[in-house]
């Protein structure tokens, strides 16, 4: 079956840089577009991050954009989001999905999920 195993998250002082990455088996990976999201609590799961089957395109929510980035690797069927100036209100946890189709912003245009992995930024 299909899995996307997060890591990479953890405790970051403000200014702080962490590097996610994502793992995916049980599926062609380089079939999929790939997409951040995370979600803090008492919040609505918020769009990050996105980039295309062989990553010739990638987006970014307006709040990280200048400061994260994605990419992929096809041949580790792994994405990665490399995020410098972390702020405190990064402080989430974050997810990788699948797209069959074009990304979007959109959770429900997303058909599989990881289980999340922590991201905590202190001031």
């Known amino acids: 079956q299909v899995q996307l195993v997060e890591s990479g998250g953890g405790l970051v002082q403000a200014g702080g840089s962490l590097r996610l990455s994502c793992a995916a088996s049980?599926?062609?990976?380089?079939?999929?577009?790939m997409g951040w999201f995370r979600q803090a609590p008492g919040k609505e799961r918020e769009f990050v991050s996105a980039i295309t089957w062989i990553g010739g395109s990638t987006f970014y929510a307006g709040s990280v954009k200048g400061r994260f980035t994605i990419s992929r690797d096809n041949a580790k069927n792994t994405v990665y989001l490399q995020m410098n100036s972390l702020k405190p209100e990064d402080t989430a946890v974050y997810y990788c999905a699948t797209a069959a189709a074009p990304p979007t912003t959109l959770p429900d245009n997303y058909n599989y999920w990881g289980q999340g992995t922590q991201v905590t930024v202190s001031s």
């Open positions: 049980g599926l062609h990976f380089s079939s999929y577009a």
